[in-house]
């Protein structure tokens, strides 16, 4: 079990980089995840994330475009039939 030393340093177990594709030199950051635990990952690790999270928001984005359109077309449409 690793310990903090007096500079609050850990060595991190090698399962534990391994198991996280931790190499010397990467940077890590601490992430605290929905249900408010802490999480290790490596910083590019976490800009994959960012990345793969805003392509979700914008596909939202766009679908929620599309039917407001067809949502205003039917609607005109359905004015002009009056």
């Given at each position: ?15 534990v980089r391994k198991d996280l594709n931790i190499q010397q ?58």
């Amino acid at each position: 079990m690793p310990t903090i030393t007096k500079d609050y340093k850990v060595k991190i177990p090698k399962k534990v980089r391994k198991d996280l594709n931790i190499q010397q030199g990467d940077e890590v950051v601490f992430v605290k995840n929905k249900d408010k635990n802490w999480v290790l990952m490596t910083l590019e690790g976490l800009t994959d994330k960012i990345v793969e999270r805003s392509s979700d928001i914008e596909e939202t984005i766009t679908e929620s475009r599309e039917g407001f359109r067809k949502g205003s077309l039917k609607n005109l449409k359905s004015l002009d039939n009056r």
